[in-house]
Nanobody, 118 residues
Framework: QVMLHERGGGLVQAGGSLRLSCEAS????????VAWFRQAPGKEREMVAR???????HYGDFVKGRFIISREDAKTTVALQMDSLKVEDTAVYYC????????????WGQGTQVTVSS
């Protein structure tokens, strides 16, 4: 497992932008598939975006071109750029990682709150 820490959450108005960062404290993330999930009150956790070891990105249907997941040059960080935020994007956002050969995400951050106001 790898220790993960999210940064960048906060309060923003609808239509605004936030950039979340997922940083590994003790190793490079280049050998890990990394994903962002979110969970809103009373709702199930859902996958927002994920990036493979090879760099391929996948997004939840609700993203619709508004978010971009990317690996930073530092190699210990995966970012999620969120633009055109909507009130319904309000949730706790978590990053997760799984080593390339594993099928389940077994490393999770503590989460960061994103609140979008109308």
């Amino acid at each position: 497992q790898v220790m993960l820490h999210e940064r960048g959450g906060g309060l923003v108005q609808a239509g605004g932008s936030l950039r979340l960062s997922c940083e590994a404290s003790d190793r490079s993330l280049m050998e890990y598939h990394v994903a962002w999930f979110r969970q809103a009150p009373g709702k199930e956790r859902e996958m927002v975006a994920r990036i493979t070891v090879g760099g391929t990105a996948h997004y939840g249907d609700f993203v619709k071109g508004r978010f971009i997941i990317s690996r930073e040059d530092a190699k210990t960080t995966v970012a999620l750029q969120m633009d055109s935020l909507k009130v319904e994007d309000t949730a706790v956002y978590y990053c997760a990682a799984r080593y390339r050969a594993l099928s389940e995400y077994d490393s999770w951050g503590q989460g960061t709150q994103v609140t979008v106001s109308s």
